[in-house]
DNA sequence: TGCATTCCGTATCAATAGCTCCACAACGCG
DNA sequence: CGCGTTGTGGAGCTATTGATACGGAATGCA
């Protein structure tokens, strides 16, 4: 098994091989994670849900803080990778349309076992204590927001972006916007209401071409 | 000691009197479950913290699920209160701003220990599996929200508010930018960045007498 | 078929978890 | 003072925690 790991170049396996996806199972440790923190879930329950024992888990990924870890980076590349295509948008409205309502779909995936956003549940509120994965979160956001940021003073610039509201500000209150989403997709709101919720603040937040009044068909 | 405990009527204390507050001991148990989480935090951390023994602690709450419930809600009542004096505001954009900025203040109260906003961290990444506190707080998100539709739908009746953006769908975004708050003051906002966000967000979401590129002064 | 290497599950470790027991201390009342 | 009542801390209970030891099972290579 184990067809979609990754072995670059010439470090070809020796020994037995492992029995289950690595991918895989920190995809749902995620989960697991996300749904009862960090604290809150064991090595055990971990092993029983991906179907292998502890002596298992810890070969394949060292510490359960390291799992952590590892979970929360690996979902942190997806909304980076979603602010990297927003801002490629031609318009303020279209950067601000698009980040808020992919992330609000990606919030709101269920296949595959998504764990909503770590970035703002699990991570917030009970992290290894070892790591420091709160300050890790805050400065991913740091980085995410720079580059929506500097897209945004570009738009000032170039004059798509009324100079009175601010680039700055416009972009901290966008990322609220962002996390806000990614609370109400896990109090239970449901990807048309999320999706709805994210072209409206877009609308208000960066009006574009159409009136606010009348928003462009969807 | 225990001046400030609440002792109604007839009901005087028999027996010997607690040596701790206890509110003052919620409010600091509160300030570790949001801190480390609900499993993060350890009974015996409680009462080293609070200065007991976990007899104590045990006798006075009863439960470590139980005086998790009752710190939730405690801190709920604040954040139903907000909501409560906003809607009293005379025009939209005052109810708003008014909900946003107070809320913003509150969330960023750093004397006594305030836990920011458990409402929107702590309870839902790591409650206690016994009580559905995020269902708990699904429910009062709810009920605050239903208060604010019914100002805002009012608001529609006499104008106040233009039809086209919908009272309910102008709730729901108002209450995601309040979660996203809630999530920035806990990633480390400052009391005056975040109470300036919400009064922009304010501006935006609600336009009030003031044109939106020249912001009232306050 | 041997050998080296790696992963597998089972059993188990010390530490800590939530929680309780119990003898004693601090009150109001007579 | 004695008595009932309630809170107190220290010791201790069982269950579970994160993590490991170890023998066996799979693989690639010769």
Redesign the interface.
Known sequence: MDHSSYNPGMARPVGRPRSFDRGDALRRAAHLF?Q?????TSTRMLASALGISTSSLYSAFGTKGALFDEAVRTYALRYSAIYAAAVAEPTVHGVIDRLLTDSATEFTRTDEGHPGCLT???????AP?TLDV?GY??EL?RSDGARLRARLEQAEATGDL?P??GAA??T??V??????????A???ATRD?LV??AR??AG??APGAHA???PAPR
């Open positions: 996300w009862h923190g960090f604290s809150g703002s549940s699990a991570v917030m509120a009970d204590p709160r979160v805050a956001q009324p009175a509201v500000a416009l901290e209150l990322q609220t916007v962002w996390q806000g989403l990614s609370c109400r896990e109090l239970g209401e709805g919720m409206l603040a208000l937040l606010v009044g009348a």
